[in-house]
């Protein structure tokens, strides 16, 4: 995962990167982070917000249900990656990109 470090301490990226550990995808129980579902998180210190990239949209099912059933799963990891981030971050605003 690929972290724009401009405005970045040391700090805060161990923090993202703990986040990201800690947040487990609710059908095989593995960290958000080993995943990649998370390709990149910018950080703006002007607008007070993280930025988060992810890849998850794109690796859809082609069935229909199939395709429900994994976006529900990605709803539950997006609500708990902003949930972690808000927690870790809290003066700052969280938005998927």
């Not at 993202?16 to 609710?26: G, Q, S, T």
């Not at 099912?61 to 808000?86: G, L, N, Y």
Request: with cysteine; net charge negative; glycine share 4%.
């Amino acid at each position: 995962m690929e972290k724009e470090e401009a405005g970045m301490s040391p700090e805060m990226i161990r923090k993202i990167d703990a986040v990201l550990e800690k947040i487990k995808d609710p059908e095989s129980g593995l960290p958000v982070a080993q995943l990649g579902l998370v390709r990149r998180v910018r950080y703006s210190e002007k607008e007070k917000r993280f930025y988060i990239f992810t890849d998850a949209y794109r690796h859809l099912p082609h069935c229909v249900t199939c395709a429900a059933i994994a976006e529900t799963i990605i709803a539950t990891i997006v609500r708990d990656v902003t949930a972690e981030f808000q927690k870790e971050f809290p003066n700052l605003t969280v938005e998927f990109v």
